[in-house]
């Protein structure tokens, strides 16, 4: 009988020590949430940056050729892009790791940026990294005439593609999981 209480205690210990871990664990994701703030920051200082490009292409447009003011606004763009990409980095994370958010206390919020799974949270990532890439492709392109290095060219147009398959490869294996969790 000694030994069953032995025993007994010590499961209660274990048991003790494997919540206090558990609380430690999942308490940790706070963490994340100065990450989140520094995003945050970060953001705030792009548009900074966005405010002061938009300034100059006001300036300039008027003079500028019609190739020049297709790279300005390809620019402001691109400056967009990561904007978003940023957005949706932080939302998903906050919801994903710090703390879930109830989309019917929030129905005015954009459905694109709650209930983001880490697959969707991929696929939105890489989509958004092949999205900045292609408008740097389209700056080159547009503005052959002065980046004229085809070295650079080259591989800033196998990057692009790299980005591509990689998203490809990504969806591919995402449906592929998927259908396997269907039918197991």
Same mark, same amino acid.
């Given at each position: 009988m000694d030994g069953v209480a032995f025993r007994t205690r010590d499961e209660a210990t274990m048991n003790r020590i494997a919540y206090f871990i558990?609380? @430690?664990?999942?308490?940790?994701?706070? =963490?994340?949430?100065? +990450? =989140?703030?520094?995003? @945050?920051?970060?953001?705030?200082?792009?548009?900074?940056?966005?405010?002061?490009?938009?300034?100059? +292409?006001?300036?300039?447009?008027?003079?500028?050729?019609?190739?020049?003011?297709?790279?300005?606004?390809?620019?402001?763009v691109d400056l967009t892009l990561v904007a978003n990409l940023i957005v949706i980095v932080i939302c998903s994370s906050y919801e994903n790791f710090v703390s879930p958010i109830d989309d019917s206390k929030h129905p005015t919020w954009p459905p694109g940026l709650i209930n983001i799974g880490f697959s969707g949270l991929k696929q939105k990532l890489l989509g958004s990294i092949v999205a900045i890439a292609a408008v740097n492709v389209l700056e080159w392109f547009t503005d052959i005439d002065r980046n004229s290095d085809s070295v650079k060219l080259a591989w800033v147009v196998g990057i692009l593609l790299a980005f591509a398959v990689a998203m490809l490869v990504l969806a591919i294996a995402d449906r592929v999981s998927g259908a396997t969790e269907d039918h197991p």
């Open positions: 558990e609380m @430690i664990a999942f308490s940790s994701r706070w =963490l994340v949430a100065p +990450f =989140l703030l520094g995003l @945050i920051f970060g953001l705030a200082v792009l548009l900074y940056k966005f405010v002061i490009k938009l300034v100059d +292409f006001v300036g300039q447009v008027r003079g500028a050729e019609t190739s020049d003011a297709i790279v300005g606004i390809l620019n402001l």
